[in-house]
């Protein structure tokens, strides 16, 4: 406790009357002890506060940057996971136990051509979708069709092998020409030749996962491609020259919005001095703004910013290449595929 109000009572009890005054009630005494108490305090507390002293507030100076956080999207679906690969192929049996038993007898009479041509297709195919596996609707063990631990009826790869392998044989059986073999095209891999040879320059690498830009500055820092806002140029404007001077013209990119989604703050251990200006930084705040490439690829030949080498990354492979506390900055601004 502070003496200010001690003192205010000390100063109240000389106020307050010792004894009691004959003509004046017990009421009105107390009444004019508190005012006299009331007064005092405050006339203490004025006298014991400290004057008002202004003091200059120092900030310290960052060096303002604009980033640019160049992205390509994800080109297909991402991979399924065990679980909805096992769903996928029950629902798949699920309409196979559904399709298969029909009353054949309405479409083919019994013993006639139809029909025996009817058990002789069923017999040869023994299910309507090959991708499945073969599975017979009407024998004694139709019950069990669950996909056992580690089957490679549920692979997608599988799936479509047997899917083309089904539409082939129905085209040439059904061909009037059987001397020439029809082919159907088959889609492309999910994993491509980039993939294989680990190329980081390639865009045509990670197909169901976002990938960034990333540039290797003349230190051997990885980072997001960056430098100082000049003049009077607001955030986009930095970010478009910025990609220009770094990263080349032979993109055909779009910036997304007018205000930046994210920033690094970086703080010198020791303040840098500028020799001509003596003016101290004390750091850099770097702000980027997001950005899409549509076609093109990257070019540091006539980078002007000294930079040694670029790479298309993912989010788990940012983190490899990039200082920890760089990446707990923009980690949450990545598309996690």
Known sequence: MSSGPNGARRIASLLRPSRLDSGVCRSCQETIGRRNYASAAAATESATAAPNTTYPVVKPVYTINAGVVLSRPPQITRDLEPFEKAYHFYQKR????????????????????????????????????????????????????????????????????????????????????????????????????????????????LLPKTLYLLVQSKEGYWKFPSSPVVGDETIREAAERTLAESAGVNMNTWMIGYHPF??????????????????????????FMKTRIMAGQADLSANVQNLKDFKWLSKDEIAQHVLPQYYSYVKNILADR
């Open 94 to 205: 699920l309409n196979e136990r559904l399709a298969l038993p029909f009353t054949k007898y309405f479409y083919f009479k019994r013993g006639t051509p139809a029909d025996v041509d009817w058990k002789k297709k069923v017999q040869e195919r023994r299910t309507p979708a090959r991708d499945i596996g073969k599975y017979n609707a009407y024998a004694s063990d139709a019950w069990n069709d669950e996909l056992l631990l580690g089957s490679k009826e549920s692979d997608p790869e599988y799936v479509v092998e047997k899917l083309v392998d089904d539409a082939e044989s129905t085209a040439n059986a059904t061909s009037q020409d059987t001397s020439k073999k029809e082919e159907i095209p088959r889609p492309f891999p999910r994993v491509t030749e980039a993939d294989k040879q680990g190329d980081y320059k390639s865009l045509n690498r």
């Open 262 to 287: 994210g920033h690094h703050v970086y703080t010198n251990r020791k303040p840098h001095v500028n020799q001509a200006t003596g003016a101290e930084t004390h750091g850099e705040k770097t702000f």
